[in-house]
């Protein structure tokens, strides 16, 4: 294959009395495409040609220097063109395999290697010194929505050139412009994967003595964490340590955009020991501890500590530090992050453990937690979830603290929103309940006692099938006790409802005589209630279901026939 020769142009250039950033760049270009064409010491090339590319992205930001202004500047170039004369050398060699020995020509490339690498930092140390400046340098125009791939890697390259060479606001501006181009194109994730070294830069950018400087590559960590390929660069570049120095020490922006990248790469709890082992939970509980700390950076602080407690040692640790009763307060937060956030930490470190549950609940977690359901305060939809989901995870297995719930007056608040509020939120009240009548007696009666039972009636012609599930198998639990079962024949319009519903069910052929059978085979039960049944006029409609070998229907009818042909022999023994 015919190879380039830039030999001409390099000697010209390097024997030029002005040797300018334009002609280093094409120099420098020319001899990266020669070296793609060797095919010995292919290691030792490869290290080479990053040298090379590291070299003309910051000769590209410079193009636009006047070295002949600058004598520091025009005798770096000139030293850049002649070490890429010397490398040609090399590379011609080993393309015509005319070295005299590999021993000595891997020296030569090490050599090589190491001139480049000191070029590069003088370049880097000039710029940073205020050669290269915003007024000299280079302006990329950032791709548009449809750029190509390559538009886009040669502009997060510009952007990558000035966070390593440019002075201090070159830098930040860079790192904004990045965060930018992160927000707007999700192809760049994969672009800065692709680009080296710019992870890497990412993250010791976060130890920058310069507070702006350190946010800003915050930001664009907490964006970039979230993407899998970056979180294992992220990892390897040793973020972790970084990460919790911005949550000790940085910016409130920056220390919300740290905490905000550790929940994402603590969710592989591989890496909570990382954390750990840098102090990161001292600082993370420190955070939730301040009544300084904005409920932003406090969401994502008890974020990653969720994701922390699955680490047995670190859990103890958490809980020897006082972060139950910690978490316990945040609850009680206006933030609705917040609340979730501490809600969620304290699901997750009582899971499974029944000595922290007890601990929760002597703390006041209960309290706390049934509080977010008074109607009189200001608090979400998602935030009374959260709450509801937690009290069940928490209660519901224990009949110690079902009463505790009682007491607290939890059962009035939960028939408020079963009531009350929009559709989502009664069929989630609906849920809760339905889990609740199928914990225990007590919690049956208390659920009697309240007036659960006409709620449930109510939504047995729910348009949603599983809402009648749920509201027919909640009735059936909570009438099972005598004492419900009672209250509930007395009423005269329940079991006429009822009769109703499968009357209509019949008619319309519906799905729903299965639920309405099930209940009134329930209320058989009791004298009242058979006899309301039979008395009602719709025993025809049962007998015409059961011949018609609707489920369970065969078993009304018998249950109520028998207790007919028993009234009618106490009749005539009577007589």
Same mark, same amino acid.
């Given at each position: 294959?015919?190879?380039?020769?830039?030999?001409?142009?390099?000697?010209?250039?390097?024997?030029?009395?002005?040797?300018?950033?334009?002609?280093?760049?094409?120099?420098?270009?020319?001899?990266?495409?020669?070296?793609?064409?060797?095919?010995?010491?292919?290691?030792?090339?490869?290290?080479?040609?990053?040298?090379?590319?590291?070299?003309?992205?910051?000769?590209?930001?410079?193009?636009?220097?006047?070295?002949?202004?600058?004598?520091?500047?025009?005798?770096?170039?000139?030293?850049?063109?002649?070490?890429?004369?010397?490398?040609? *050398?090399?590379?011609?060699?080993?393309?015509?395999?005319?070295?005299?020995?590999?021993?000595?020509?891997?020296?030569?490339? *090490?050599?090589? &290697?190491?001139?480049?690498?000191?070029?590069?930092?003088?370049?880097?140390?000039?710029? $940073?010194?205020?050669?290269?400046?915003?007024?000299?340098?280079?302006?990329?125009?950032?791709?548009g929505v449809n750029a190509c791939k390559d538009d886009m890697r040669f502009y997060v390259r *510009?952007?990558?050139?000035?966070?390593?060479?440019?002075?201090?606001?070159?830098?930040?501006?860079?790192?904004?412009?990045?965060?930018?181009?992160?927000?707007?194109?999700?192809?760049?994730?994969?672009?800065?994967?692709?680009?080296?070294?710019?992870?890497?830069?990412?993250?010791?950018?976060?130890?920058?003595?310069?507070?702006?400087?350190?946010?800003?590559?915050?930001?664009?960590?907490?964006?970039?964490?979230?993407?899998?390929?970056?979180?294992?660069?992220?990892?390897?570049?040793?973020?972790?340590?970084?990460?919790?120095?911005?949550?000790?020490?940085?910016s409130e922006l920056g220390k919300e955009a740290a905490a905000r990248s550790l929940q994402k790469?603590?969710?592989?709890?591989?890496?909570?020991?990382?954390?750990?082992?840098?102090?990161?939970?001292?600082?993370?509980?420190?955070?939730?501890?301040?009544?300084?700390?904005?409920?932003?950076?406090?969401?994502?602080?008890?974020?990653?500590?969720?994701?922390?407690?699955?680490?047995?040692?670190?859990?103890?640790?958490?809980?020897?530090?006082?972060?139950?009763?910690?978490?316990?307060?945040?609850?009680?937060?206006?933030?609705?992050?917040?609340?979730?956030?501490?809600?969620?930490?304290?699901?997750?470190?009582?899971?499974?453990?029944?000595?922290?549950?007890?601990?929760?609940?002597?703390?006041?977690?209960?309290?706390?937690?049934?509080?977010?359901?008074?109607?009189?305060?200001?608090? $979400?939809?998602?935030?009374?979830?959260?709450?509801?989901?937690?009290?069940?995870?928490?209660?519901?297995?224990?009949?110690?603290?079902?009463?505790?719930?009682?007491?607290?007056?939890?059962?009035?608040?939960?028939?408020?929103?079963?009531?009350?509020?929009?559709?989502?939120?009664?069929?989630?009240?609906?849920?809760?309940?339905?889990?609740?009548?199928?914990?225990?007696?007590?919690?049956?009666?208390?659920?009697?006692?309240?007036?659960?039972?006409?709620?449930?009636?109510?939504?047995?012609?729910?348009?949603?099938?599983?809402?009648?599930?749920?509201?027919?198998? &909640?009735?059936?639990?909570?009438?099972?006790?005598?004492?419900?079962?009672?209250?509930?024949?007395?009423?005269?319009?329940?079991?006429?409802?009822?009769?109703?519903?499968?009357?209509?069910?019949?008619?319309?052929?519906?799905?729903?005589?299965?639920?309405?059978?099930?209940?009134?085979?329930?209320?058989?039960?009791?004298?009242?209630?058979?006899?309301?049944?039979?008395?009602?006029?719709?025993?025809?409609?049962?007998?015409?279901?059961?011949?018609?070998?609707?489920?369970?229907?065969?078993?009304?009818?018998?249950?109520?026939?028998?207790?007919?042909?028993?009234?009618?022999?106490?009749?005539?023994?009577?007589?």
């Open positions: 294959m015919r190879q380039d020769n830039p030999r001409q142009d390099q000697s010209s250039s390097a024997s030029s009395s002005t040797s300018s950033p334009r002609q280093a760049i094409e120099v420098v270009s020319s001899l990266i495409s020669f070296s793609h064409g060797i095919r010995v010491f292919a290691v030792k090339w490869k290290m080479l040609r990053n040298k090379l590319e590291e070299l003309n992205t910051g000769l590209i930001a410079i193009e636009n220097c006047d070295s002949n202004q600058n004598p520091i500047l025009s005798g770096l170039v000139s030293a850049i063109l002649v070490a890429a004369k010397n490398c040609y *050398d090399l590379a011609r060699r080993c393309v015509d395999l005319s070295y005299s020995g590999k021993l000595l020509m891997q020296s030569d490339l *090490d050599v090589m &290697a190491a001139k480049f690498d000191g070029l590069v930092k003088n370049l880097s140390g000039i710029c $940073t010194a205020g050669v290269l400046t915003q007024g000299f340098a280079i302006v990329v125009s950032k791709p *510009d952007l990558l050139t000035r966070m390593k060479i440019g002075d201090t606001e070159m830098k930040r501006q860079a790192l904004v412009n990045l965060h930018e181009v992160v927000v707007e194109d999700e192809r760049s994730f994969r672009v800065i994967v692709e680009v080296d070294d710019i992870v890497h830069l990412l993250v010791n950018l976060l130890d920058s003595p310069d507070i702006g400087i350190q946010e800003e590559a915050a930001k664009v960590v907490s964006l970039i964490s979230g993407f899998d390929p970056c979180k294992s660069v992220l990892i390897g570049s040793g973020v972790m340590g970084p990460l919790v120095r911005v949550l000790e020490s940085g790469l603590t969710e592989n709890s591989d890496n909570a020991w990382s954390v750990s082992a840098h102090g990161g939970v001292t600082a993370l509980l420190k955070i939730c501890a301040s009544g300084d700390s904005r409920g932003e950076l406090i969401g994502p602080a008890c974020g990653v500590l969720r994701n922390l407690v699955g680490v047995e040692e670190i859990k103890r640790f958490m809980i020897e530090e006082g972060a139950v009763s910690r978490f316990i307060k945040l609850a009680r937060s206006r933030d609705e992050a917040v609340q979730i956030s501490s809600i969620e930490f304290l699901q997750n470190i009582a899971s499974g453990d029944e000595s922290v549950r007890q601990l929760v609940v002597r703390e006041g977690g209960i309290r706390s937690l049934v509080y977010l359901l008074d109607p009189k305060i200001s608090s $979400t939809f998602k935030s009374r979830e959260v709450a509801l989901r937690a009290i069940e995870n928490l209660c519901f297995s224990s009949t110690t603290y079902i009463n505790i719930l009682t007491s607290y007056g939890f059962m009035d608040r939960l028939l408020f929103f079963l009531r009350n509020g929009d559709v989502s939120v009664q069929e989630l009240a609906l849920k809760v309940a339905y889990r609740l009548s199928g914990t225990s007696e007590e919690a049956k009666k208390a659920m009697g006692d309240a007036g659960f039972m006409s709620e449930f009636v109510r939504f047995l012609d729910a348009k949603s099938f599983e809402v009648r599930e749920m509201a027919s198998e &909640a009735l059936i639990s909570v009438i099972s006790v005598p004492k419900n079962r009672k209250r509930f024949v007395q009423d005269d319009r329940n079991i006429s409802f009822l009769l109703q519903l499968l009357d209509q069910e019949e008619a319309n052929s519906g799905n729903n005589k299965k639920f309405l059978i099930s209940i009134l085979i329930s209320l058989t039960s009791s004298n009242t209630g058979r006899r309301k049944i039979v008395n009602s006029g719709y025993l025809k409609n049962i007998e015409k279901l059961a011949e018609a070998e609707v489920s369970d229907a065969k078993r009304l009818v018998r249950k109520l026939s028998k207790n007919r042909f028993r009234s009618m022999l106490s009749g005539l023994w009577h007589s």
